[in-house]
C-alpha cells in the first residue's frame, strides 16, 4: 500500500447523497478476477451513455472540474460491500473522499486501499460545494498527520477523526494482513482456549 | 455486570485489542461467493500464504451464474473465466466445502448456510457480502467484509473490527394480517433511514419478533444493511435450535447438548444497556413498498410519496433526482398503477415461506399477461422443497415459471435484468438505481404484494 502524507488538490464535487455503491460501480462490472481497470468504469451509469459516449453533464465528463480529491453528499457509499467501490475511486485517480457521512463497509474498504476518507460537518461540506461552484480551482489541503483539513479558498480548517492504527497503516503504508500475520501464536492459542 | 447479546458473543471473539485501535475478532463461519473473493486469492498466492483453517470457509456460486440451463456451460465468457477462477482457488488451496452450479448443496450464500446448519448460535460469521446480517436470525454476529478482509479471514481466520455501538429495537404487539417480516423492515429502514443505524449493531426484540419464524426472522436481519447498520440480530429461543436440529453441520450427541446449554445464555441481560433503544408498535405497519432510489424511500401501500416541502432542504436534489429515475412525482399514490415485472427471491425472501406465502395467494388465480414473472428459489433445497409442498403444481396452474437457483435479478449480474424504464416490483433488498440492469426502475415489496401484482399487473394490497 501507497503512504499517505499530506495533500492539495482540487476537488471534484459531486452533491448527491446517499451515494451508493451500485453508482460508484455498478454490479455488471463485478466480473473480474482482479484489481485492474475499475477506475474506467467509476459512476459508469451516470458517466456514459448506452453507447459508451460520455454524459455531457456529469462532472467527471466536465473538464472544468479535476484532481484527486472526491467531495460528495452525505451517507456515501451506502448498500453493497464489494471493494471494487474503492478500487474505482482509487483506480481513477481519487486518494481522498470528502463527505459529511461515510457508510461503514465502504470507509474500511477505502482505507484498506490508501484511500483516505475525512468526514467533515455539513456546514465545511456545503462551502466547498458552494467555493467549487464559484471557482473550480478551489483547492483543499488534507493533513493525515495533523489530521486537518482545509479550505484554501476560504481559509477555514477543521480536524478529522481517524482511528489511531489506521493513520500509522496510512503514514506508513502497512496492511491490516502484515499485522494479523505477525499474531500467529495468538491466533493459535486463542483457538486452545476453546477446544 | 449486565450484558447485551452482542457484548456476550463479541466478547467471546476477542484475540486481541490493537493498542488505541480495533479488534482483532475470531471468525466462526467464513462464507465465500465467486464475485468478491478472486482477488483475495490472488493476495494470498502474491504473498505466499495457505489458507489457514479451509474447514471454516463454506464456498458456493451464486451471484454471477444463470438461473436457466444451469447444465450448460455459461454463455458470457467472463462470468465463466469467474466461476472457473472460483473453482481453480477452491482446488489448489485445498477448500473442502465448495458448492459449484449443479451441485445439490449450491444456492445463496445466505440461504444455504442456514440451510445446512453451517449458521448457529453464538458464532462470528463474516462474507464478502453486506446482507451477511441475514445470519443473525440465529443469535449471531455477522457482517459483510471488504475483499480484503476476505484475505485476512483467508490467512489468518481473524478480522480487525472497530467495536460498534449497539441499538435495540423492539417491536410490541402482534403484526397485522397480510403484513409481513419485509414489510417489518421496510417500515423500519423508512423510519430509521438509509443512513440511520451506521455505526450501529442492531438487536431485534420485542412480541413480534418472538413470534416469527426463523425464515422471517432471516429477512428482518438480512435488511439491516438497508439502514447502515453493522449487522442486526435477534436472540436465540425454542425456534432457533428446533430450526438448527439436525441439519447436517449441526452439532449432534453430546455436543449439541453442550452447545445448547450455552446457547440458552444469549441473551441480553436485564437491565443490559444499549448506546440507542426504540420502540414501534407492530399494529402501526402496513405492507411496504418503496418509491424512491434506496430502500429508506418507502411508504404504506396505502400512503403516497411525501411532497418536497416534507423534505429537508439539503435532500431535495437527490429526492428529486430519485423520483424523476422512477418517473413518479412527489405527493402521488402509486397504488394501481401498472407494472411489468416481479420478481420472488434473492437472499432477502428466496426462502421456502416466501414461496408458500406467494403461492397461498395465487392459488387458482392467474398471472396476469403484462407482466414477467421470475420466481427464483434461493437453493436447491428450497427448489426441492417447492415440488415436495406441491407448490410448483400451484405456480404452474397460475401461469408462473420456476427457475433455477441463484442471486438473480436482485443484482443482475446475470441475463435477469429488468429493461430500462421498466418497472419491477421485487422482494429483493436494493432499488437503487441500476440495481436490476441500467435503467430498471424497482419497488421493493414483500412476497404477498409481489404475488398481488403479479396477478393483477398493478400495484395492488393483497388484503383488499
Known sequence: MEKFGTLTSTVVPLPIENVDTDQIIPARFLKATNKDGFGDNLFADWRYNKDGSPKADFILNNPVFGGSILVAGKNFGSGSSREH????????????VVSSFFADIFKNNALNNGVLPVVVSAEFLAEIFDGANKDPKLTLTVDLENQTISNNANGKSESFEINAYKKECLLKGLDDIDYLLSKRELIEAYEASRK | MSKTLFDKIWDAHVVSTVENGPTQLYIDRHFCHEVTSPQAFNGLRARGLKVFRPELTTMTADHNTPTIDQDKPVKDPISRNQLDTFAKNAAEFNMPLYYPLGHDKNGVVHIIGPENGFTQPGMTIVCGDSHTSTHGAFGTIAFGIGTSEVEMVLATQCVLQTRPKTM??????????????????????????????????????????????MEERMTVCNLSI?????????????????????????????????????????????????????????????????????????????????????????????????????????????????????????????????????????????????????????????????????????FTD????????????????????????????????????????????TILAGPLVAAAAAITGKITDPRV
Do not use: H
Open chain 2, 226 to 394: 438497508e439502514m447502515g447498520a453493522r449487522g442486526g440480530m435477534i436472540a436465540p429461543d425454542e425456534t432457533t435450535f428446533n430450526y438448527v436440529k439436525g441439519r447436517e453441520f449441526a452439532p449432534k450427541g453430546a455436543e449439541w447438548d453442550e452447545k445448547l446449554a450455552y446457547w440458552k445464555t444469549l441473551k441480553s441481560d436485564e437491565g443490559a444497556k444499549f448506546d440507542l433503544e426504540l420502540d414501534f408498535d407492530a399494529a402501526d405497519i402496513q405492507p411496504m413498498i418503496t418509491y424512491g432510489t434506496n430502500p429508506g424511500m418507502g411508504m404504506g401501500i396505502q400512503e403516497s410519496i411525501p411532497t418536497l416541502d416534507q423534505i429537508d432542504e439539503a435532500g431535495r436534489i437527490s429526492f428529486q433526482k430519485s423520483l424523476d429515475y422512477m418517473g413518479f412525482q412527489p405527493g402521488e399514490q402509486l397504488l394501481g398503477k401498472s407494472i411489468d415485472y416481479v420478481f420472488l427471491g434473492s437472499c432477502t425472501n428466496g426462502r421456502i415461506e416466501d414461496f408458500r406465502i406467494f403461492a397461498n395467494y395465487v392459488k387458482g388465480k392467474k398471472k396476469a399477461d403484462n407482466v414477467v414473472v421470475w420466481l427464483v428459489p434461493g437453493s436447491w433445497g428450497v427448489e426441492k422443497q417447492i415440488r415436495e409442498e406441491g407448490l410448483l403444481d400451484i
Open chain 1, 85 to 96: 467501490a474503492a478500487w474505482a475511486i482509487d483506480g481513477y485517480g481519487f486518494k481522498v
Open chain 2, 398 to 441: 397460475a401461469g408462473f415459471l420456476l427457475r433455477q437457483p441463484g442471486c438473480s435479478a436482485c443484482l443482475a449480474m446475470n441475463d435477469d435484468k429488468v429493461p430500462a424504464g421498466k418497472y419491477a416490483v421485487s422482494t429483493s433488498n436494493r432499488n437503487f438505481e441500476g440495481r436490476q440492469g441500467p435503467g430498471a426502475r
Open chain 2, 168 to 213: 435495540r429495537i423492539n417491536y410490541n404487539g402482534k403484526l397485522g394480517a397480510g403484513v409481513s417480516a419485509k414489510d417489518l423492515a421496510l417500515f423500519t429502514i423508512a423510519k430509521l433511514t438509509t443512513g440511520g443505524a451506521t455505526g450501529y449493531f442492531v438487536e431485534y426484540a420485542g412480541e413480534a419478533i418472538r413470534n416469527m419464524t
